[in-house]
């Protein structure tokens, strides 16, 4: 599959733990956050948003938290499991312009 | 199946010779947009769609056009490549005009020479 990124910061967790990616975003006019799952050879796939307005939002075993103070967003896999090794974006949008970050490659341990 | 295709999948080309990769989306999505990748750099916006007969800028659009004559297609051009494009593009598509909650097609390797 594709490279999308060589040297990426790496987390690894045990199966069945909970895994925790952040993500520092730079603009605080940003009014709506994204968190993107790349596996490798593929698109990124959408896995859960939240808007400014908000500071948490569930999903399927996905929480996204948002701290707009410190400009950081967060993801919270529940159990996580092996489909999960992938890496991951968090995208931030201001106006109609998308800045997506480098991401985090997470790895999956038995 | 919903689904955004890009074509080709891989493509080696030559400096100066004109290509265009092709992004349709079967969605009836407003919006459509065109990144590029590049390890360590993450995910840049090239151009971007509104809706037919618009497009706009994004981050790095120089040395690329494009074009939305229709609703599911957004061809990316780039009339006259340089090595410095060598990237993995991705097309992707959302069903408000805003680009909210985006489908990425599969990506297309490109590689000038």
């Not at chain 2, 151009?47 to 120089?62: A, F, R």
Request: aromatic share 10%; proline share 5%; net charge neutral.
């Amino acid at each position: 599959g594709e490279s999308v990124g060589l040297h990426l910061p790496t987390l690894s967790v045990q199966e069945g733990d909970n895994s925790i990616i952040n993500c520092a975003y730079s603009n605080s006019a940003s009014d709506y956050f994204i968190w993107y799952k790349q596996e490798s050879g593929k698109g990124p796939q959408f896995i859960i948003d939240i808007r400014s307005n908000m500071d948490k939002r569930q999903g399927q075993r996905v929480t996204v938290l948002l701290n707009k103070t410190v400009k950081h967003l967060s993801l919270q896999i529940a159990a996580t499991q092996p489909g999960d090794s992938a890496v991951y974006f968090c995208a931030e949008k201001y106006g109609q312009n998308f800045v997506f970050g480098p991401g985090t490659r997470l790895s999956v341990l038995p | 199946e919903a689904q955004v295709t890009q074509n080709p999948r891989y493509l080696i080309t030559v400096t100066g010779k004109k290509l265009t990769v092709t992004c349709s989306q079967n969605m009836n999505h407003e919006y459509m947009s065109w990144y590029r990748q590049d390890p360590g750099l993450g995910l840049r916006q090239i151009y971007y769609s509104m809706n037919v007969e618009v497009t706009d800028k994004g981050d790095v659009p120089e040395g690329y056009k494009v074009s939305r004559k229709e609703k599911r297609n957004f061809p990316l051009i780039l009339e006259s490549p340089s090595p410095n494009q060598t990237s993995l593009y991705f097309c992707a598509s959302s069903f408000g005009s805003t680009g909210d909650e985006q489908y990425f097609g599969p990506g297309t390797r490109l590689t000038v020479t």
